[in-house]
C-alpha cells in the first residue's frame, strides 16, 4: 500500500474531509495539547474529596463487611479487622497490602485469656 493510500484511509477512519499533512497538524494540535495538560495539573492540586454514595457499594475485601469513612484521617475503616484503606486524590486504595492497622476501639477489643 502506498503512503497516499495509507493517509486517504486514515483521512477516511478520522473524519478528515482533506489528507492531512502530520507535521502541520501536530504544530496545530500542540497548544491544545499544552492547555489540557495545565488543566490536569490544576485538578491534582484541588484536593479532590471522597464521595460519600460510594460507601454503600463499598466493603472490606478481606471481610467483605461494610467499611465507615473517617473524614479526619480520609481512610476507610474495617472496624472489626482494625484496618483502615487510605483514599488518596478521592480514589479509595482498597489493597490489603496498603492498608494500615489500626488499634480496635476499647468497647470492641477481645477479651485477653490469662
Known sequence: MSHSAVRRVAAE????SRIVNIRSFLRA???VLINE???CDGLKDSGKSFDLTLLQFLVCPLS???LRYDETTNELINEE????YPII???PNM???DARLIKKTEGTEEPSQP
Do not use: H
Not at 81 to 84: P, R
Open 13 to 16: 477512519a478520522f473524519g478528515f
Open 29 to 31: 494540535v500542540r497548544p
Open 37 to 39: 495538560r495545565k488543566l
Open 64 to 66: 467483605k463487611k461494610p
Open 81 to 84: 479487622l482494625g484496618i483502615a
Open 89 to 91: 486524590d478521592g480514589i
Open 95 to 97: 489493597i490489603p497490602q
